[in-house]
């Protein structure tokens, strides 16, 4: 069994809630623990984000980091945090418009694209 925990920055309904479309704003994070396997997810958590500083970008990356998170499924993000992502080997992916539900099944059926350059300009 190969569990894998995804993060979503999203408003805080869960499953059923948007995925935020700039990273450093979202209000919290939807955390879904699914095994790769079976594709079967065992646990949802909804965690508040702190509140967006300016310079203090790599806060929510370590905070997702030392949840665990191995990958994030972003709407938009910015240079610095997108670079700490891949610095502490948490695999960034560019989602798409729409729910966290619909964000993880395409995350899950392979159908979004790693991230390698940023989306925001801030």
Known sequence: MSLLKVAFPSTVEG??????????HT?????LEYDEESKEVSNVEVL????HQQGGC???????????VNS??????GQRPLM?????????YAGIQ????ENFEAFVAEK????AKASCNH
Do not use: S
């Open 84 to 92: 700490g992502f891949l610095q502490v080997g948490v695999e960034p």
């Open 112 to 115: 979004l694209q790693k991230m």
């Open 48 to 51: 508040q984000n702190a509140p």
């Open 58 to 68: 790599m806060q929510p990356v370590m905070f997702l980091k030392n949840a665990g």
């Open 27 to 31: 209000p919290a994070f939807t955390i």
């Open 15 to 24: 499953l059923t809630g948007e995925l935020v479309p700039h990273f450093g």
């Open 72 to 77: 994030v499924v972003l709407g938009g993000i």
């Open 98 to 101: 729409g729910t966290v539900k």
